[in-house]
């Protein structure tokens, strides 16, 4: 979707605009090339995590190359040293398109100063602030005591390829480019799954029009069609160079005083970034040799001369793109944040603290607010009225993942039991006993902090007072002391007056033509039989109370009877699937210890039944019924797992048809992709939520599935969906195990309910995540789990003070798997605050951007996806123009200044936009779509850190006698040496990319073979050998794995392969194929969007 026709009046991105003309700029206004389409700023291809690069220190301002002519200064009243990040003016050039004046020459009053830089320059400026920099930039030398010699203008020259000679060569340099889109001639790869290779279709069964499709041979899944063949193979897919205006970029050798242009430095001299050596071992020098370019080659990023401005004769200084070192880098943000918050324990005492970034590894200690694992928030200090929270655009939500797995350093919340009497709550509110109740008249009574009622203490719960007002027992107490605790719930809060029975978990299996053909059936049968011993457990339970059934089913279904006196299993069949009903009572769900043998038996006999089978057509809204009718004859909570095959066509309640359309892309109609084809399934879930009847569905689809309909149940209560497209017994089985391990034997709460009270002065408005809501406040789930977050906004509905600021608590009542009725309750505090500074000064941009990729997958729903991505754009721009307008001090209007902790913030809104929801390459499917917007919609910020921005590893830096990982580098491919070996891993693939140049030793030492050629794609696994690397590689590998909630599918990619096509997509600085703009272009765009809704 492109960004063009905004909604004001500005001209749109990657057209001519007024104050461009006649200064062409890459990727910018001026004239198009003839025959390829206009520019357009448009979707990056591919799913994309979102992890962040460490920044440069506070108070340090990310240079071009140049000192400031007039230093910034740091926020007003800012004394934690949060000066906002200066970056490039956005100048306008002169009309005429007369070369720049020289630097220093005057300009007419009204005229905005401009340099020679075509994205603008970027101010160097020394913070008011007295806090030290944390980090000398990697550019400079740095002594204690001593400030750098200021240099006269000094500028890197970056080139994207060898500087064109001539005309024919410029067209050969602009074919390897692609504008706005690819080119139609391009042929497609031979085709990719989401993230995989496409095998070749399966042949379908020897029956007289019976065939199953296979896939297409000919449309890949997951990757937009490749750029055209170009000349030079390697170009970065940088801006259009649609005509040289001005001098040509210079040709000589490099001088004895040039320096060398490297990775990951700012201001003057390109250097390496830190933890990052200097030009990669082994890895050719190209150097820029005069006279014409050499044959078409990659280029090699490490190696590429700048010439230094001012050595440059006047008429050949060049003007050229922003120097990507010279703005907010997603790693060194992390960077810093790891080193100064990583070595100290995060203390919850302190209302409005902020916490460490996901990305950094810390201990928590609750002492009274709940640990950021549970609750993270956009911001962490609010503004005291909804005028103020207008103005700033700043959304106010919290991220809760109640049952977050915690590391085995940290306690899991206590269990507290009050008896038959139950938790002690507000008379009014009902909030739960917390921390912040006010207890008073010698401890008689307590005040509540939601809505300042006074309510009894009672008899069994008195305590006396101390000095201070505190109860006597406050250490004792987990919920007067600490942020989580649990209350184990009387049977007032159990449905129907009466104690839960233990959950149930019934495996349903289709066993159509293409899952007994593929292996999928014998597979799953054969891990059941080892798995039910691994059923989640409480505590010291010796073996789970958890019972366990079994169904089969085609267009029919098969439901087992496998009671422990039985010899031999029985097989029982509905076939009137229109009126579904359980055949059984006695005997369908029991007990895995008891039943031991029956069930090993029935698990050897399932494959064999059916290994002869003909019947290719399915049913599915029938088995959702039939696990949710087993569940209520029992009486209990539990979950269906559900691997299913294909659209479900035969005749039946929910039978679907196929609507996959991709005509309808870029169109109004684009949001019925995303909606469920009848309201049959949302009616289904209803009635699962109300039985605590959870559903997570595996699918094996080798053609479009309709995930969006599908999906409605498991997400609707609370469910997980994994998908495996084109499954192949080979190179998919362990991914499909390791998922389902951890699906059966992970922590979940059946039957929940969740309710968010807040203090008085905000309330909670809207919901995002997997569950179902009967009213306004109550987020019911048939099943959640350790991995799933419900993401809260909150509105003013008063004004709020600063001393007594805002709060959260979190109560959430589940049945165990065990069968107990429990509450857990998180507690939070905010600060409020009636500057605008304070507010920017305590966001968190990852947990912002997990709220926004939310909102907007949402708004995929009901709004063109053009609507979503412009308000997205927009709501952007205004929060960083309130700040720039509110909290900077003055300067130019050239100059783009983002708040301190909000840097970070367009590099990754651009992430989002480019994703595959709402700008899909030429080869995403439908279902790819609907499966990702469900996905991320209940992530938890780790995940959409990782998804949206990926991290990338350089292997071969990793030092093998270490635990730690090599440092990450940037997403771009300039920063790739083909001497080198990456890894890039985004929460649901990983990507081993290997240059053409890496020595032959290395590919002898992690893959077994002897040269690059010899490299298999079809790995699924990296060999084990007995070498350090490999091992070090595999540790690696592994560490990721153990990080993620989904076993993520390992791809090995080749430089020049036809699969670099899906890593470069993950490359989500760069532009991307399907026209998703690059992140140097974004943040011109934001800065041109800022400064109109500042003009």
């Not at 050596?277 to 014409?292: D, E, I, K, L, V």
């Not at 651009?910 to 899909?920: A, F, G, I, R, T």
């Amino acid at each position: 979707m492109s960004v063009n026709q905004q909604a004001h009046t500005g001209p749109p991105y990657g057209q001519p605009q007024p104050g461009y003309q006649g200064y062409q700029q890459p990727a910018y206004g001026g004239q198009s090339l003839p025959g390829v389409p206009q520019a357009q700023y448009g979707a990056y291809n591919g799913p994309v995590p979102g992890y962040q690069q460490p920044v440069p220190p506070q108070g340090y301002f990310p240079s071009l190359g140049f000192p400031s002519k007039g230093s910034p200064v740091s926020l007003n009243s800012d004394t934690s040293s949060l000066a906002p990040n200066f970056i490039g003016s956005l100048r306008a050039p002169p009309t005429s398109g007369a070369p720049p004046p020289a630097s220093g020459a005057s300009h007419p009053s009204g005229h905005l100063a401009y340099s020679q830089f075509d994205h603008g320059d970027v101010q160097n400026g020394i913070p008011a602030s007295a806090a030290p920099v944390q980090r000398p930039p990697a550019s400079q030398p740095f002594l204690p005591g001593s400030a750098p010699t200021p240099v006269s203008q000094i500028s890197t020259f970056q080139q994207y390829g060898p500087p064109p000679a001539s005309v024919q060569q410029l067209r050969n340099h602009m074919a390897g480019m692609t504008i706005g889109g690819t080119a139609a001639s391009a042929p497609p790869p031979a085709g990719l799954g989401y993230g995989a290779p496409r095998p070749p279709a399966m042949p379908g069964p020897p029956l007289p029009g019976q065939t199953v499709a296979g896939p297409p041979s000919s449309q890949p899944n997951h990757i937009s069609s490749p750029p055209p063949p170009s000349t030079m193979a390697g170009l970065h897919p940088g801006p259009p160079m649609s005509g040289l205006h001005g001098p040509p970029p210079p040709t000589h050798p490099p001088q004895p005083g040039y320096q060398m242009q490297q990775n990951g430095s700012f201001g003057q001299m390109r250097g390496p970034p830190p933890n990052y050596g200097g030009a990669y071992p082994g890895a050719p020098n190209y150097g820029s040799p005069p006279g014409p370019p050499p044959p078409p080659k990659r280029l090699d990023p490490d190696s590429i001369p700048s010439p230094q401005l001012n050595e440059l004769p006047p008429q050949q200084k060049p003007r050229h793109r922003i120097d990507p070192d010279a703005i907010p880098s997603p790693i060194q943000v992390i960077e810093d944040d790891r080193n100064n918050r990583g070595s100290e324990p995060f203390v919850t005492g302190v209302r409005g603290q902020v916490p460490p970034l996901v990305t950094t590894n810390f201990l928590v200690k609750d002492q009274g607010n709940a640990s950021p694992r549970y609750i993270r928030c956009t911001s962490y200090n609010i503004p005291c009225t909804s005028d103020m929270a207008k103005q700033s655009q700043v959304p106010l939500a919290a991220v809760i993942k109640p049952l977050a797995a915690l590391p085995p350093e940290e306690t899991v919340p206590y269990l507290v039991d009050h008896g038959e009497s139950g938790p002690v709550r507000c008379n009014r509110c009902k909030a739960y006993m917390c921390p912040f109740m006010q207890f008073i008249e010698g401890g008689r009574r307590f005040q509540c902090c939601f809505c300042s009622c006074v309510t009894e203490v009672p008899p069994h719960y008195f305590q006396h007072l101390d000095h201070t007002g505190k109860r006597v027992d406050f250490y004792d107490r987990p919920e007067l002391s600490l942020g989580s605790y649990e209350f184990l719930a009387t049977v007032d809060y159990c449905k129907n007056n009466k104690f839960p029975s233990p959950p149930a978990f019934i495996f349903m299996i289709d066993v159509s033509y293409n899952a007994v053909k593929s292996g999928l059936v014998r597979l799953i049968c054969e891990e059941l039989k080892s798995l039910l011993d691994y059923l989640p457990r409480e505590g010291n339970m010796e073996e789970s109370a958890i019972r366990v059934g079994f169904v089969t089913y085609n267009k029919v279904l098969h439901f087992y009877n496998v009671k422990s006196s039985l010899a031999q299993p029985q097989m029982m069949v509905v076939s009137d699937v229109a009126d579904m009903f359980v055949p059984l009572l006695d005997g369908f769900l029991v007990n895995v210890n008891e039943s031991r043998t029956v069930i090993a038996s029935l698990l050897d006999q399932i494959p064999e039944m059916f290994a002869d089978t003909r019947e290719t057509e399915t049913v599915f809204a029938p088995v959702i019924q039939a696990g949710l009718e087993a569940l209520k004859a029992a009486e209990c909570a539990g979950k269906l797992f559900i691997f299913h095959t294909s659209l479900p066509i035969a005749e039946a309640p929910g039978k679907l048809k196929n609507r996959d359309d991709r005509k309808l892309i870029n169109t109004d109609k684009e949001k019925t992709l995303f909606q469920p084809q009848t309201s049959f399934y949302n009616n289904l879930a209803k009635d699962c939520v109300a039985q605590g009847c959870c559903v997570d569905l595996f699918l094996f689809p080798n053609q479009y599935l309709d995930v969006a309909t599908l999906g409605v149940v498991p997400y609707q209560t609370g469910g997980s969906i994994y998908k495996y497209a084109y499954f192949q017994l080979e190179t998919d089985q362990y991914r499909f195990l390791n998922d389902l391990r951890r699906d059966v034997q992970k922590e979940v709460g059946f039957d929940a309910v969740m309710r968010v009270r807040t203090s008085t002065g905000i309330r909670a408005t809207d919901f995002f995540g997997a569950f179902y809501m009967s009213n306004t406040t109550d987020v019911e789930m048939a099943g959640l789990d350790c991995d799933k977050t419900i993401t809260v906004e909150f509105k003013h509905d008063d004004k709020l003070s600063e001393d007594s600021g805002a709060l959260l608590q979190c109560a959430l009542l589940y049945t165990s798997c065990a069968g107990q009725r429990r509450l857990r309750i998180h507690n939070l505090s905010l600060n409020c605050c009636t500057q605008l500074a304070d507010l920017y000064r305590n966001c968190e941009t990852d947990t912002l951007i997990n709220y926004l990729a939310k909102y907007a997958y949402r708004g995929v729903l009901s709004s063109p996806v053009k609507t979503v991505r412009d308000a997205l754009i927009n709501q952007c721009a205004q929060i960083l123009a309130c700040y720039r307008k509110n909290c900077a001090s003055p300067s130019s209007a050239g100059q783009l200044i983002l708040p301190e902790c909000m840097k970070l913030l367009p590099v990754y809104l651009n992430c989002v936009l480019k994703s595959d929801v709402l700008q899909p390459g030429p080869e995403v499917t439908t279902d790819d779509r609907a499966y990702v917007r469900q996905l991320v919609t209940s992530m938890d910020v780790a995940e959409t850190n990782v998804f949206f921005y990926p991290r990338l590893l350089p292997l071969t830096k990793a030092d093998v006698d270490s635990d730690s990982l090599p440092a990450a580098i940037r997403n771009s491919e300039e920063r790739l040496s083909k001497g080198d070996i990456y890894l890039l891993e985004n929460g649901l693939n990983i990507f081993v990319w290997v240059g053409v140049n890496v020595q032959q030793g290395l590919i002898q030492n992690l893959f077994g073979v002897s040269s690059f050629s010899q490299i298999s794609n079809a790995l699924s696994t990296l060999p084990v050998l007995e070498n350090p690397f490999s091992k070090k590689v595999r540790a690696i590998v592994d560490m990721l794995q153990g990080q993620r909630s989904r076993y993520m599918k390992l791809i090995i990619v080749k430089q020049e392969d036809k699969l670099e096509m899906l890593f470069k997509h993950f490359l989500v600085e760069d532009k991307s194929l399907s026209g998703g703009a690059s992140y140097v272009d974004f943040l011109c765009h934001m800065h041109k969007e800022i400064r109109q809704l500042l003009s």
